[in-house]
């Protein structure tokens, strides 16, 4: 008896994006031992996208998360008398937490929409059919510098994004409750831990590496018109911010499970 399973779009799209992700994997792992067949230049102008010019948004999202944080902390122990404490929440929050998926949510909207458009756009232009007839391979020159460039640059901007949190946290109770700064900022450091910073630094290159796999696959998979490039980058920038919070739920089950 043969089992015939039905050739849905959720099956096929699932099939197509696990096939994508393997390509890219295939094409990483070729280029490492060899040598990258992107150009430089290509390369440095993501960057520069993803780092330079996408870090002002990260540090005032995190200032405003890290202020939120601590004011909603003050709120509730203030009445216990302990304000003090609100730097410890704070700083095992962001570190933790906030910081990492903050930075990507925010990432996802931005860097991933614009992987999603450009290449989208090539599509519609059929420059990528011209690559491929020139005997250019998409998969190394467009899409391996854009995940490598966030898998290099989501790290750094985690570590601004922790930075710029416990400023907004500081913020927030130095004025509402009078914190002086040595001591506010020596509960943060008594409350952070290489744990905490090491779970958010691996989830900063894991959230990197979904977003940018996620912008890449919907452009280059988009339809050859003007609609197909704003669908895209819709469910590009969709599926990076699910994606981003599916995985920071497996990521919590699994530092539970160690005891992390």
């Not at 952070?192 to 910073?197: A, I």
């Not at 003007?226 to 530092?255: E, H, K, N, Y």
Request: glycine share 10%; aromatic share 8%.
């Amino acid at each position: 008896m043969t089992i015939r399973w039905p050739r849905t779009a959720p099956l096929q799209g699932t099939f197509r994006g696990i096939t994508f992700l393997g390509s890219v994997i295939l094409a990483i792992a070729h280029g490492m031992p060899n040598h990258w067949r992107f150009r430089s230049q290509d390369m440095a102008r993501v960057l520069a996208d993803c780092s330079a010019r996408a870090l002002l948004i990260v540090l005032v999202v995190n200032v405003l998360v890290g202020a939120i944080l601590a004011f909603v902390g003050a709120v509730q122990l203030v009445k216990f008398g302990a304000g003090i404490f609100v730097a410890d929440l704070v700083a095992i929050a962001v570190s933790r937490e906030m910081a990492a998926v903050i930075t990507a949510v925010v990432m996802a909207g931005r860097t991933g929409a614009a992987f999603a458009a450009e290449l989208a756009t090539m599509q519609a232009n059929e420059e990528v059919d011209a690559l491929e007839v020139l005997g250019l391979n998409a998969m190394d020159h467009l899409v391996v510098p854009r995940v490598l460039a966030l898998l290099l640059v989501m790290p750094l901007l985690y570590v601004f994004g922790c930075l710029a949190g416990l400023v907004g946290g500081f913020t927030v109770g130095a004025s509402m409750l009078s914190l002086a700064p040595a001591a506010y900022f020596d509960r943060s450091l008594d409350a952070l831990s290489f744990q905490h910073l090491g779970l958010g630094f691996s989830k900063a290159i894991a959230f990197g590496i979904l977003v940018a796999i996620a912008g890449c696959y919907h452009g280059l998979h988009a339809e050859r018109n003007a609609a197909g490039v704003g669908q895209a980058t819709t469910r590009a920038v969709v599926a990076g911010i699910v994606g981003v919070i599916a995985l920071d739920a497996v990521f919590s089950v699994c530092a539970n499970a160690l005891g992390i």
